[in-house]
């Protein structure tokens, strides 16, 4: 009886590996082709001038 319960979590580990993607690609991304990542998201990114030191009193 152990020694299937053990097989049992043994196998929902290799099953949560297998969807994760530890073994390649996972299965929910197959046929997308992913997007360089200069491509991501650039107009969110905004640079201003450093703020100058605070000073204390």
């Keep these: 009886m152990r020694f299937l319960l053990t097989l049992a979590f ?4 290799a099953l949560l590996a297998y969807g994760q993607g530890f073994f390649g690609p996972p ?10 990542l200069s491509e991501r998201n650039q107009q969110t990114l905004t640079l201003g001038a450093p ?3 605070a000073t204390t009193p």
């Excluded at 197959?30 to 360089?36: C, N, S, V, Y």
């Design 27 to 36: 299965p929910a991304e197959q046929g997308r082709t992913p997007r360089p």
């Design 10 to 13: 043994i196998a929902n580990l």
């Design 51 to 53: 703020l100058p030191p």
